[in-house]
């Protein structure tokens, strides 16, 4: 029963169906409590729906594999064992259809007690948390975005309680609570229950719906003071999640302004100002301002190779002397590279300098060109690499390099790659190959240029 497994399309979207029908539950079971409206077939029909629905999820509760951490339980006495011990009552109790087991409730007559035997459906809030958990891991939304959401849902959810609560009170009920039936006035005196709580939690408090009653003026108190409290944490959180919604552009906008304060400050050139602020929008365009190599420099070596594994996997397929090498090699030579970047003109390294780096390209375009500039050999794009020469011949290097557009390079220093090619000859014969290919190359090129002078 593969359908049963939690990442399975058809699992989610069961549960989906589940939490949307819990909701709906949840908002009109209150409802019927307190405006006592007549239940029609339709709405008979409809809780027995809800409630074959949530019996149907205990059922595939006690069956369907759990995961927990990175492990899928699949024993069936093990996961009957864990259902049984957790949720299972919650999940029962909830499935109960109330209206349908004491009939005579239908109507109105019941006692005011026994109808609030319906709010067990309120249980089931409790597995939202649990649902939300789930998807926050799987979305795509930020997950500062979902817990507004998340947040905003509560409150809508607490005022509507409220609401309910101050309703069954008898409070501003023009129609009674029992009999007189009337849905203008129920929906009249829901809309004014809610602006009441709304005017009440959020502590501004005309005063025009007054509690008459002893309860109700004590509910009242207990409604005030809740407001005071929540008033305070839920405007504390709001900001606190717009403030942290894009931690990554509110960070990056910081650091462009120091930047940009600090080179106005020290009269830095506007020409190389733009081409600082073009640099960090590079960046911002690219990676969202992240810096991958800090981000995973606390990771645990297995977990970092495997992220690494995972952002460079597109520049690792490119690479011709990269396929077919062994994974151990790849982790090697992953957890070695270091990003650079190479803004437009700008030059790697010249000819005849010392070579203690060689680079690979992820993104950009790169020119082997003459001393001078004025002569390009090559062309290199993502996937190649260069700087070989000088590390696996021992010589300075035979070219300059330039970078024509802003370039992704990721670079290997000259020890730990003699070290990591040590344990694989037949990666190291590859790129020899390379080496003495281009040095002929670079031979002809120049023996050419010798001989037809400029
Ligand atoms: P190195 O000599 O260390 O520095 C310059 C680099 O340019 C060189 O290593 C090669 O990686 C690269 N290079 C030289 N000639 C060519 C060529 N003809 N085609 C591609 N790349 C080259």
């Not at 995961?67 to 109790?93: C, H, N, S």
């Not at 409730?105 to 006692?111: D, E, V």
Request: proline residues 4%; contains cysteine.
């Amino acid at each position: 029963m593969r359908f049963l497994h939690p990442n399975h399309p058809l699992k989610t979207i069961w549960d989906v169906l589940v939490i949307v029908a819990t909701v709906i539950a949840c908002v009109e079971s209150p409802l019927r409590i307190t405006l006592n409206y007549p239940m029609t077939d339709g709405l008979l029909r409809y809780d027995l729906l809800v409630s074959l629905m949530f019996v149907a999820d205990v059922m595939i509760n006690f069956v369907a594999p759990l995961q927990e951490g990175k492990k899928l339980i699949t024993d069936p006495r093990m996961i009957a064992g864990r259902y049984l011990r957790g949720w299972f009552v919650i999940d029962l109790l909830s499935a109960l259809p109330f209206d349908l087991l004491l009939g005579g409730m239908a109507g109105g007559t019941a006692n005011r007690m026994l109808r609030l035997l319906r709010l067990t459906r309120l249980l089931r809030l409790v597995r939202l948390a649990q649902f939300m958990r789930k998807i926050s891991r799987r979305s795509a939304v930020a997950p500062g975005v979902l817990r507004m959401a998340y947040l905003v849902f509560w409150i809508l959810m607490a005022a509507h309680f409220t609401a309910c609560i101050w309703l069954y009170l008898g409070a501003g009920n023009s129609a009674g609570t029992s009999g007189n039936y009337a849905m203008d006035d129920s929906v009249r005196n829901y809309v004014r229950a809610l602006y009441w709580v709304t005017t009440t939690l959020t502590t501004i408090g005309y005063g025009d719906i007054a509690p008459v009653t002893n309860v109700q003026t004590v509910f009242t108190m207990f409604v005030q003071l809740m407001g005071a409290g929540m008033y305070g944490f839920v405007i504390g959180n709001i900001a606190n999640l717009i403030a942290n919604l894009d931690v990554a552009k509110a960070q990056h906008r910081e650091k462009m302004e120091k930047i940009a304060t600090f080179m106005k400050y020290k009269s830095i050139p506007a020409d190389t100002q733009n081409k600082v602020e073009d640099y960090y929008g590079y960046l911002w365009e690219t990676r969202r301002g992240y810096n991958e190599f800090q981000i995973v420099e606390d990771f645990p070596r297995p977990l970092r190779a495997e992220v690494l594994m995972f952002l460079n996997r597109e520049m690792i397929q490119k690479v011709p002397i990269f396929e077919g090498a062994s994974l151990d090699f790849l982790t090697e030579i992953v957890l070695s590279l270091k990003p650079v970047v190479y803004p437009p003109g700008s030059y790697v390294f010249k000819k005849g300098s010392v070579g203690r780096n060689m680079y690979f390209i992820s993104r950009g375009t790169i020119e082997v060109v003459s001393e001078d500039g004025e002569t390009v050999f090559a062309t290199l794009t993502g996937g190649n690499f260069f700087g070989e020469i000088a590390l696996l011949l021992d010589q300075p290097r035979t070219a300059s390099i330039r970078s024509a557009d802003y370039s992704d390079l990721y670079t290997i220093d000259k020890e730990t790659f003699e070290r990591v090619l040590k344990n694989y000859p037949e990666v190291e014969s590859q790129i020899q190959e390379f080496a003495r290919k281009r040095q002929e190359e670079m031979k002809k090129e120049s023996a050419k240029r010798g001989s037809t002078p400029s």
